[in-house]
């Protein structure tokens, strides 16, 4: 029998006398916005109906058919298969709706869409490369068909707050990277969702006779750090330069410190969480009216995702005047032991002992609401993946402590967050300032109509991934990640700032990734990370520019083609030496595009 090996090079030596390899069913060659000169060059005039529509028309039927789709999970397989169907219909309907398809093609449908996977999948989004694919890594990578710029990759272990799904989470870098693409224009085409089969201890995904992974215990931590080495080295001998954001592993921080130094690279679930939380965290200090040396945090949950947080809120006090050791006292962590101590008993996780206080008097704090009595806050934030912990108790106490209380309850789904955005603003009486992870509706309340603020990490990780593409990165710095949050905080316009918003309006996401684009980009010059050193030379607004310019933009791809085909027909019918039948055929589509009555 043969090996993966043999099989891999055996294919690759074959496969010039087949079809090109495609992932997508049409690419958008059967885009109906395609005028007859286009389709006749594609091949497919004929072989659809006949209207050219507009853009408008294109998504008033999408629209349509999403409204008939009765739950989310079914909207999403419809989206699935429009973007696999016609990419640029897809980014054009997405970015024209960014705000109300978002929530279907990412959180929190997505996790529905991950638990689900073995049962729903139709069709190959990207790769998978299992364990036992180790020492063929690079050959198998050989199999993608187009050149890739960035990638993202999970293993499956932790997706949101649903736990270890295996080789289920590929619903989630393929959400993520189709956000890069409708948030700051990465093209569809140079991205790379990439799961890793490196088993599951999900033992009722194990069983399940549809479940796609190997069945297989997750491997041991050396395992797993031999497979990472193995497939970062082959990543970027594939495709130099390559960006790598890793998402949703069960414990990030060994991944992260040993490959953010000599890679491309970094973990969205720390430095991304952490920034888009900081960006708003410092609109909500401005608003609070408290100065930042008298803030006081406590954190229901003390995971990475936390920590991480806590780490980058840290970064700002220290911005702020206060010495490293003063900004690390500004945090109370809870986990489900109670608030995390150095005397507590326990053994500590080593993320937690940064965080951890020595200054309860010996007394241990089981309870939330005991503990906002010792600590007094200013700020309650919620990573704990626990429903509803933020009750009207907590934030009443919250908003007697505080005229403008900060509550940001973080975790996802929406079924995971701490609270509700009604449930804040009448326990508060509408004094909160208030972000949370999943998206809420606005409401009315005492005749003025609020909108929460929403910590979507979409603010930020596509202006990171950009901005480390064109700059042309060899790492991606801390002094980076710090630099789109702060970035980010800067990017309302005056009418949200008036309104009191914590973060731009997404419908505005385009706009505000070129500013967090720039800022990422112009951190890594002052790093001297950058290799375009030629962006050095460009003033801001030529810089943003210059962003715009490498965008893609699925409103432009029509005219794109449209000119690429009409160059190409000109240089065709100019140039010496083709046979008269050639030349014919030439004439013959020019003539045909003029009589079609399209």
């Known amino acids: 029998m043969a090996t993966i090996a043999q099989m891999s090079q055996s294919t690759s030596q074959s496969r010039p006398s087949l079809a090109p390899r495609q992932l997508s069913t049409t690419g958008g060659d059967y885009d109906s916005a395609n005028p007859a000169q286009v389709r006749k060059y594609l091949g497919t005039y004929g072989l659809q109906p006949p209207s050219v529509e507009s853009f408008e028309v294109q998504a008033q039927r999408c629209l349509r058919l999403l409204a008939m789709k009765p739950t989310p999970i079914e909207k999403f397989q419809y989206l699935v298969h429009l973007r696999a169907t016609n990419v640029h219909l897809f980014y054009r309907l997405l970015s024209s709706n960014i705000k109300e398809l978002t929530p279907l093609i990412y959180t929190p449908t997505v996790g529905e869409a991950c638990v689900r996977w073995h049962e729903i ?49 590929m619903g989630i870098p393929v959400g993520k990277l189709a956000l890069y693409t409708a948030c700051a224009g990465i093209r569809p085409d140079a991205t790379l969702p990439l799961t890793l089969d490196l088993g599951t201890n999900n033992v009722a995904l194990r069983e399940d006779p549809l479940y796609m992974g190997s069945r297989i215990p997750k491997v041991s931590v050396e395992e797993e750090r031999e497979f990472l080495d193995e497939l970062m080295a082959a990543l970027t001998d594939k495709w130099p330069g390559i960006v790598i954001q890793f998402e949703d592993f069960k414990n990030p921080f060994p991944a992260l410190e040993r490959y953010q130094n000599t890679y491309t690279m970094f973990n969205d679930d720390v430095q991304g969480t952490g920034a888009v939380i900081v960006g708003g965290f410092i609109n909500a200090i401005r608003a609070s009216g408290v100065p930042a040396k008298d803030h006081r945090a406590i954190f229901l949950g003390a995971g990475s995702a936390g920590t991480g947080v806590a780490q980058q809120i840290v970064e700002y006090f220290i911005k702020e005047g206060l010495t490293p050791e003063e900004a690390r006292r500004k945090f109370w962590f809870v986990d489900s032991n109670g608030l995390v101590t150095l005397d507590r008993g326990d053994k500590l996780a080593v993320h937690k002992i940064e965080f951890a206080r020595d200054d ?10 005991r503990l906002i009595d010792f600590v007094r806050p200013t700020i309650l934030m919620g990573l704990s993946t626990i429903g509803g912990a933020f009750n009207k108790d907590i934030l009443t106490k919250m908003a007697t402590l505080n005229n403008r209380p900060i509550i940001f309850p973080l975790s996802n789904p929406s079924s995971k967050s701490e609270c509700t955005f009604e449930e804040a603003v009448l326990h508060t009486e509408g004094r909160c300032l208030f972000a949370s992870g999943s998206p809420f509706p606005s409401l009315e309340y005492d005749g003025k109509l609020l909108t929460p603020g929403q910590g979507n990490n979409m603010y930020v990780f596509p202006g990171i991934g950009l901005g480390a593409i064109l700059s042309k990165t060899v790492s991606i710095t801390q002094d980076m990640i710090y630099a ?89 019918s100019g140039q010496s030496g083709y046979t008269n039948g050639h030349s014919n055929g030439l004439n013959g589509i020019t003539e045909g595009v003029q009589a079609a009555h399209l």
């Open 121 to 169: 999948f139709t069709q190959p989004e990207g790769m998978y490369l299992s364990f036992h694919d180790r020492g063929n890594l690079r050959k198998i990578l050989d199999n993608w068909p187009s050149n890739v710029e960035i990638t993202v990759v999970t293993d499956g272990s932790r997706i949101l707050g649903l736990g270890d799904l295996g080789v289920n989470g």
């Open 360 to 369: 309860n008097n010996g007394r241990q704090y089981q309870s939330l609401s």
């Open 484 to 572: 789109s949050a702060e970035s980010l905080s800067t990017s309302l316009n005056k009418q949200e700032v008036a309104d009191g918003w914590l973060y731009p309006d997404i419908r505005r996401i385009r706009e505000v990734s070129v500013v967090v684009t720039r800022g990422v980009i112009r951190t890594a010059q002052k790093n001297g990370v950058d290799r375009a050193v030629e962006l050095r030379e460009l003033s801001d607004d030529q810089l943003d520019a210059y962003i715009r310019e490498k965008m893609y933009d699925p409103f432009n791809e029509r005219e794109n083609v449209g000119d690429a085909v009409a160059q190409l027909l000109a240089t065709s």
